[in-house]
């Protein structure tokens, strides 16, 4: 008996790719709630620190020892586990350049590479959770972001004269803004009353619920509780569904109207005239440095430019904050190859001339904005940046694909003439990028399973180009040509391809489930039936173990389904079936 795999549906499926468009935007955490409840069963599995862990790997406490330089002093919880090599880019990376003159406390995030490949206990519970995270707000599997809060005072009793210290957050999620607000209130309790405070912050969030997207979430920690909603990939872009305050909610002190974002028109405030350019090299997955006066101006930064292509992923490496300590230094500065496809936020002096030879420098002075619009900037030549003292800029040899849009310029000009908020003005960027993006992607969505064929594609454009969502002119087709050589193409490409495959699985299971099976197998020999119950219980695993967006119930009727046809059989293969796998 022949079951019909996925790729034989999928040229019954060519013709139908309207349906599956319209598929894709049920929500299984909202309109698929799964088969039984998912919810209790999950909460009776969690074990100590699972909840921790959904969030945070660990906290850390870096200080400076006179004779050893800076070292992690406290993890918490004291189980978690680090390798040297981590515990060594955590301490470079939580303190700022010696230059950078950071007195008082400052708050910046940077992002390393994971040296070791722990997965947390409740790995099939995450998977579900990031199925409907957005691109940009997936765990990110091969790194680690920390959140710095850093206190630089000034004491007389200390041999150096100064108290310096990070509290460091280590997590896989990319929720910035949240950690940061949660760093707001954990830092200051901590450096008044030290460790007990960690412990009792440790304990409060292994009682969070996981981060499920979706849900508005009430986070108790230290006597506060913040209220917040993690978007999901279901959300119609450009809008977020704020968390309000209810008049139940006389507990919750602090209301997060979003997780993750930041304020795009500050940090681009000091290359304002620039922001379509950058948006182009960040598209086509360029070499870029930030170089900034200081580690939060240069994670900011770095994050806003990463976020300009929402809803696209940025699929190349990108470095928050990265110091001339870090691992990867001399793979990222050396001159005997091109520089790589990465995005690094830096602010030593040195990487001026260490990485002069890059074909992109942005050059970001002080952020405080003054009231007066950045003057008309020109894109000044590489061979004028010599120190880190050159003028705020971007210095590179590119020349755009497009032409400059001159009326999101003006709009935002008027806007700081008219003194408009900035959080309106961070709405009007965010907003243009995402059109901007999208009408790029859109001629790219068509779902597909056959290979892309470019020259195929460039043919589409000129009926079915973007000029049809955007007022831009210039030349689409050769940014095209570029965007498919890019990282950025080949992870969207991957990304676009597995959805279509897992919703033909889906659909395939659905399928499934409306056969009368009981009556196809009593045509069928001993062997065949046996033949198809196990293929079956693969089917059921892989749906499970991927996260299939199955409709509810889907997985019980086949569950069902197998069950019977197994009582169908003789005892002795019953037995045989109805032990469990092994590895």
């Given at each position: ?32 709630p ?58 470079y ?29 409740l ?9 409907d ?5 997936k ?8 959140y ?13 004269g ?15 803004t ?54 999901t ?8 569904q ?19 974002e ?43 430019l990463?976020?300009?292509?929402s ?18 230094f ?40 003054t009231?007066?619009?950045a ?47 900035s ?5 009007i ?10 009408s ?10 056959r ?30 040509r ?16 597995k ?28 062997v ?15 749906a ?14 086949l ?25």
């Open positions: 008996m022949a079951l019909q795999t996925a790729e034989e549906i999928a040229e019954q499926m060519e013709e139908s790719e309207d349906i599956l468009e319209h598929d894709v935007q049920v929500s299984p955490a909202e309109e698929m799964g088969d039984g409840p998912v919810e209790e069963e999950s909460e009776q599995l969690f074990l100590p620190w699972d909840r921790f862990s959904a969030w945070l790997h660990c906290i850390c406490v870096v200080g400076f020892d006179l004779e050893l330089g800076q070292a992690v002093e406290v993890i918490y919880p004291h189980h978690s586990k680090l390798t040297e090599k981590e515990k060594t880019s955590i301490c990376l939580s303190f700022p350049d010696s230059n950078s003159g950071c007195l008082g406390d400052t708050q910046f995030c940077f992002r390393f590479r994971q040296a070791s490949n722990i997965q947390p206990s790995g099939c519970f995450l998977d579900r959770c990031d199925r995270a957005p691109v940009c707000l765990r990110d599997q091969g790194h680690f972001y920390g710095v809060y850093f206190r630089q005072v000034r004491d007389k009793s200390l041999k150096r100064y108290f310096q210290k990070s509290l460091v957050l280590i997590s896989k999620l990319p929720y910035v949240f950690f940061h607000s949660l760093l707001k209130l954990l830092a200051p309790e901590y450096f008044e009353k030290q460790e007990p405070c960690l412990e009792a912050a440790c304990n409060d969030i292994d009682r969070w619920p996981t981060p499920t997207p979706g849900k508005i979430l009430n986070l108790p920690i230290m006597g506060v509780v913040m209220k917040l909603r993690i978007p990939c279901y959300d119609k872009p450009g809008t977020s704020l968390v309000q305050s209810t008049p139940g909610d006389s507990l919750v002190s602090i209301v997060l109207p979003t997780i993750h930041v304020d795009l028109f500050r940090c681009f405030y000091p290359v304002f005239f620039h922001i379509q350019m950058l948006w182009e090299l960040v598209l086509l997955g360029e070499s870029l440095v930030v170089m900034a006066p200081s580690p939060s101006d240069s994670s900011d930064t770095v994050l806003a990463v976020s300009c292509l809803p696209l992923r940025y699929c190349s490496d990108f470095r928050p904050y990265f110091t001339i300590h870090d691992s990867e001399k793979e990222y500065t050396t001159r005997t190859q091109a520089p790589p496809s990465v995005i690094l936020g830096v602010t030593n002096p040195f990487f001026a001339k260490t990485l002069q030879h890059w074909p992109h420098i942005i050059r970001i002075g002080d952020m405080k904005q009231g007066e619009m003057k008309q900037m020109k894109v000044k030549k590489l061979k004028n940046l010599k120190t880190l003292d050159s003028k705020p800029g971007v210095y590179s040899a590119y020349k755009p694909f497009l032409n400059k849009d001159e009326d999101i310029i003006k709009q935002l000009q008027k806007g700081v003439q008219q003194k408009r908020p959080a309106a003005q961070n709405a960027l965010r907003r243009y990028f995402l059109e901007l993006t999208q790029f992607i859109i001629p790219l969505s068509p779902p597909q399973l290979p892309f064929l470019q020259e195929e594609f460039m043919k589409t454009l000129e009926k079915a180009g973007p000029q049809l969502t955007s007022r831009l002119k210039g030349d689409w087709i050769g940014l095209y570029q965007f498919l050589k890019s990282p950025n193409f080949d992870g969207w490409f991957r990304n676009r391809r959805e279509m495959m897992q919703k033909l699985e889906a659909l395939h299971l659905e399928a499934l489930c409306e056969e009368d099976l009981q009556l196809r197998i009593q045509k069928h020999t001993e065949e039936t046996v033949d198809l119950v196990l293929k079956l219980k693969d089917k059921l695993t892989k499970e173990n991927e996260q299939l967006p199955v409709r509810a119930g889907t997985l019980t009727k569950q069902t389904h197998i069950e019977s046809i197994i009582l169908s059989l003789p005892e002795d293969l019953q037995g045989i079936l109805h032990k469990p796998a092994t590895l």
